[in-house]
């Protein structure tokens, strides 16, 4: 049974602690020692999912729709509305009820057409386009470029609404025919963290020095913990380790495995939930990759889950460093269950943290401790700017003694509208746009330039994240199909600037 500790550590602060290895003590062991801890309350930034939105409707015929019902264009929180590419949705950050930031860190995982269960964001595509003659032109980008971004002051066109921040999402009626509509499936997952998206610091509230208030509540009633030197009676939600609302994020399964190419299967061992999410990176290099590997075209894996099993289908054999997360905000289960639970299973001595009156056996939103579980942890954090050049490099070094690292970031572009993602019939504009970082490669080198200026990829070691980004390149080289023989470049929307995590669990 893992060691787990309820009460005064060697600092005199009261904490939860679960230990990796049952030869450290959670009393004495130092909570810079972090790779030592599954869970450790006092870490300083706790992080938490808001929620997994699923976007999967297509409504036929035209107008617009706002919710909740009865809400109009100046009080919705989300509304849909048909567009020549299908519909639309927007969501304002009241959309999201504990969402402490403007711009959080987000995500959106794209499946395949036609009703399929098999997720393809990190597959790269070639876009084609009828200005290109026989071919000639056009990018091959990693999946996140179909995607829109988190935007700040967006404006819908004809009177819709705006937001000052939310996230427009698209959906199409024709993703039957998946080779038309690449990344633009009618079924996604909208998956929004309780971190900052843009140049801001985390909120959460500085640890403080034992004080002797009291930091933890276990009762019938109530299972929540605050920082060390925050009363848990009235701590804010900054100042709290976890409590109803903010429930640590549950790393369900997590690996770097070998891939051959075609299909192949990573057993869980456990059956998983439709609120599963996968952070995957695919990489064949000495070092990790994210969010694609940019010295190839066809690159990347499909992935799907399948009872316990994660499916994959790669392009060609390959590595993937993952981790699956689970995020239940459905009501607690009802019951008798102890806040404390006990248990053997596999061989394996686990116990778990509940919200009170938990069912036997609790769901998945009972839990919020499982000593199988570890806890994600912010190794580092920040945001960076940058100027324009052909793969300039910012190093991003941190300490990942012990640790399993994955990053996490979004770049971050300027005023825009429709025309800047390459949709100009896309009915809206904004002063700034966060999105989701993508590889994007010309397909003819333009003066020396593989990458146009929206691409950026990041390596990752276990000490250093060194991001690379091309802004000044040109968005698009192509002979022209008007004019054969006549070769143009197009503008890029390119990014000003990085905000990155690592995130981290005991290796």
Known sequence: MARIRIGNDYTGCGALKVMKNNADDPYSTPDSERWKFL?????????????IWVVNTFQAG?????YPPGSNSATFTYM??????????????????????NVPLFDVKAKKGGGSNVYNQQMVAWTDNGAYYNGQGGFYAVGNFAQIGWAENMVLNNNLGNFSYGTPIVVTPNDTIDVFNKFRSRDKRLIVWNLPGNNVAPDDAPILAPNGTK???????????????????TATPQQMAFDPSKMPVKVIAAADIALPAGVSYYNTGVPLPDTVVLDVHFYDSATIMYPSNPQVLDFGAEYWFDGTNIGFNATKAMRARFMLYLEDTSAPTG???????????????????????????????DIVIDTRRPQVQILAQGYFAFGAGNDLITDIPFDGTGMFPMVKYLTHHGAGNGASLGQSNLPMSWSALWRLPFVKRLKYTYSGQAHAGESTYCELTANNARFHTFA????????????????????????????????GIPA
Do not use: H, M
């Open 39 to 51: 869970y450790n309350s006092k870490f300083g930034i706790q992080a938490s999912l808001c929620d």
């Open 62 to 66: 035209s107008g617009v729709t706002y």
């Open 80 to 101: 849909s509305v048909t567009i020549a590419q299908g519909t639309l949705w927007g969501f304002r950050n009241t959309a999201f009820p504990t969402l402490r930031y």
């Open 215 to 233: 930091t933890i509540k276990i009762t019938s009633t109530e299972t929540k913990i605050a920082k060390p030197g925050y009363n848990v009676d």
């Open 335 to 365: 019951g008798s269950n102890k806040p404390l639970r006990t248990f053997t299973e596999g061989g394996v001595d686990v116990v778990q943290l509940l919200r009170p009156g938990a069912a036997d056996p609790p769901s998945w939103a």
């Open 472 to 503: 000044g390149n040109a968005g698009d080289y192509y002979n022209r199909a008007d004019s054969p023989g006549n070769w143009r470049t197009s503008g890029a929307y390119a990014p000003v600037g990085i905000r990155y995590f690592i995130f």
